[in-house]
């Protein structure tokens, strides 16, 4: 069984979505006789990881940050897609954090990693912005772990703002 953990940019835009999930596609087609796929299922590239996991009939571990996640950090319209992955999903582990914030979310990176064999990262290649948990810093954190990196960033793909 090969586990997969994702890391990625929430905010890809409205374009970059489809090259986004073909590529994950493409990628994960490669493991999908026997697929776990490991995520936080935040908008954007963690959720379109999850759904493709599903979609080829792969097993779906999802990560929630804290115990509050849900009501305090997925907007309304991630919500229906939200709550789709977590019902798809094999196994949900919440983590013990009562409130949502930087350590909850660098929690959650080092949970996902700790679980998988490689990371996909839909990473456009930014350094790390400092505030830690974002993908760069989990992207370096995979790097320092051993664990092979699979970087998804297609032609063009881009992010909002």
Not at 78 to 101: K, M, R
Not at 113 to 119: H, I, S, V
Request: glycine fraction near 8%.
């Amino acid at each position: 069984m090969t586990s997969l953990a994702v890391t990625g940019h929430m905010d890809l835009t409205e374009e970059s979505v489809p090259l986004v999930r073909a590529a994950l596609r493409e990628l994960l087609a490669q493991y999908s006789d026997d697929l776990t796929g490991v995520s936080c299922i935040a908008a954007g590239s963690d959720s379109l990881f999850a759904e493709e996991v599903t979609a080829l009939g792969g097993r779906l571990v999802v990560v929630i940050p804290s115990r509050d996640y849900r009501a305090r950090k997925v907007k309304p319209d991630h919500a229906p897609v939200f709550d789709h992955l977590i019902q798809a999903a094999d196994d949900v582990v919440t983590l013990p954090h009562e409130t949502a914030n930087r350590a909850a979310y660098e929690a959650a990176n080092a949970e996902v990693l700790k679980r998988a064999d490689r990371l996909v990262a839909v990473w456009d290649g930014a350094p790390p912005s400092g505030k830690g948990g974002g993908t760069a810093d989990t992207v370096e954190e995979a790097h320092a772990a051993g664990l092979p990196v699979d970087v998804v960033w297609p032609d063009g793909a881009t992010r909002r703002g």
